[in-house]
């Protein structure tokens, strides 16, 4: 079998030009009050950006079932679906190539551009419009057993392998077009509201308010750059599960799932602020690694968000489950789940902010919960009839109403402790978490506090907190919802139904 599209998403879009702001508290240590005064913590701007974005999707699959004996039922396949990146269709995007930024090689497509940015017409590009590579060898195998344990259709055993890659996100780049010279988006942190750019300089010596367009390559730009060689992400699932059949009408079962999710793609700010001497929240683009390095070619680069393809997530659970056919007036179903999820990144949708508190820290600090998971979750949904009392009129009256409880109880959901917007490791990527400087349990359990705040303290500047990510359990939740109903027929073509929900 063969499937196959073409993307398209095509878009105007003005968020840049209408500028992005942050009240942030750096100045005041409130955001609200910084508001107040006209202060903004981070201010990023640019020219109106469009998109033409393209992808193409084909795939092919193979798949064959048999039986290998008269109780052993046995399918597999696999799958071929190239991964395609997405383009925009007018060329618009660069990369950033840090062997090249050390060469001090420049785009020939736009030679006013800082060293290390390529264009998809250059040489140093082997990509096209696409500026990474595609993959071609991506196969997707999997393989199913059913085993009729004594061949009387009442008690099955199954298990499950399979290895599946996804579709590239079309919208994944869209933020190419924000990069200089299309909307030649800058940052600045810690400006006033009234004049941001009174105390900006372009690389090319022009003060001022850089747009609508003057600074192409303005200083310290804002970028999104893709790698040249990124991995396509890939999950391995695996289960195995045991039915049975209890007297006439019951069915149990008991599953374990789990999967494997490799090169999940996270984002990562690969130009950072640096802690020296003198750091300040003030002086973050004057300490970035490529100022650093060069501050001739690194004054053209504030934060480059780049994509970090070596994110892992792990998922583990056990599923039981009960189920009773529509028999004796009542049918049900009931569920308990008991699982665990582990990842170092989640996948945000588009290459647009970095996610991690520290650049050179995913492996181990980042790793944590995922951030959907519930360590327990039940669920049950009955349905019964009334099966009537008395006789005549007594009987129709009480026969036939109908209960139609759904309960749901899980475990609540995960939150990441943090210092709001607070630049106290002074790298500029406003993702600091704080310290846990209480032993024992951080959690009250109360109306007025689930978890102690006291638990928590401030780092001390130019370091990383050591509270985990998604390291904080919130309250559980019980879901009811419930229906009584009961049909009344007079004619054929005359009902009355009563219900209340």
């Not at 998403?9 to 910084?34: E, H, K, R």
């Not at 959690?443 to 506090?449: G, P």
């Not at 009811?480 to 073509?493: G, N, T």
Request: net charge neutral; proline share 5%; charged share 15%.
């Amino acid at each position: 079998t063969r499937r196959s599209s073409d993307l398209q998403l095509n878009v105007a879009n003005f968020q840049q030009a209408n500028g992005q702001f942050t009240f942030s508290g750096n100045s005041t240590g409130d955001g609200l009050a910084d508001l107040m005064i006209g202060r903004i913590g981070t201010l990023t701007n640019g020219i109106p950006n469009p998109d033409a974005l393209r992808e193409t999707v084909f795939a092919l699959y193979a798949q064959d079932a048999f039986h290998a004996t008269p109780r052993l039922s046995i399918n597999y396949g696999v799958r071929w679906e190239p991964s395609l990146p997405s383009y925009d269709a007018f060329g618009r995007g660069n990369r950033f190539d840090m062997n090249l930024f050390q060469q001090g090689v420049h785009s020939t497509q736009y030679p006013a551009a800082g060293a290390g940015l390529v264009f998809a017409n250059d040489p140093n590009n082997s990509y096209g419009k696409a500026l990474t590579s595609a993959h071609w060898a991506t196969f997707s195998p999997r393989l199913g057993l059913v085993w009729d344990v004594k061949g009387d259709g009442k008690q099955t055993i199954r298990a499950a392998f399979g290895l599946m890659h996804d579709t590239t996100e079309l919208f994944y780049p869209e933020r190419w077009t924000t990069n200089p010279p299309y909307a030649s988006s800058i940052s600045l942190t810690n400006v006033q509201l009234s004049n941001p750019y009174a105390s900006y300089v372009s690389p090319t010596g022009q003060a001022g308010d850089p747009f609508p367009g003057a600074a192409i390559f303005p200083s310290f730009g804002t970028y999104i750059s893709i790698p040249a060689n990124v991995k396509p992400t890939y999950m391995m699932q695996w289960n195995l599960s045991y039915q049975r059949q209890v007297g006439k009408d019951w069915l149990v079962t008991a599953n374990y799932l789990g999967n494997a999710t490799r090169h999940l793609w996270g984002s990562v700010d690969i130009n950072p602020a640096v802690v020296t001497a003198g750091a300040t929240t003030s002086n973050d683009n004057q300490r970035r690694v490529l100022y650093l390095k060069n501050s001739t070619q690194g004054q053209y680069y504030g934060q480059i968000i780049q994509t970090d393809d070596g994110g892992r997530a792990a998922y583990n659970g056990l599923l039981l489950s009960v189920q009773h056919r529509f028999a004796n007036h009542f049918t049900l179903l009931s569920n308990y789940t008991w699982a665990h999820c582990i990842s170092d990144v989640e996948f945000l949708g588009e290459l647009g902010n970095t996610v991690y508190q520290n650049t050179n820290d995913r492996e181990h600090g980042e790793r944590g919960n995922c951030t959907s998971d519930h360590r327990q979750i039940f669920n049950t949904s009955l349905s019964a009839t009334s099966p009537g009392l008395g006789s005549g009129l007594a009987r129709k009256l009480t026969a036939d109403w109908q209960l139609s409880p759904i309960i749901s109880l899980f475990t609540g959901q995960v939150l990441t402790p943090t210092d709001g917007s607070k630049d106290i490791s002074l790298t500029g990527d406003l993702k600091d978490r704080p310290n846990v400087i209480l032993g024992g349990s951080i959690y009250e359990h109360t109306t007025a506090a689930w978890f102690n705040p006291l638990a928590f303290g401030t780092q001390q500047a130019g370091t990383f907190g050591n509270a985990g990510r998604y390291s904080i359990v919130g309250p559980g939740v019980i879901s009811w919802d419930m229906a009584i109903s009961r049909q009344f027929e007079f004619k054929e073509r005359w009902k009355l139904q009563v219900r209340a929900d």
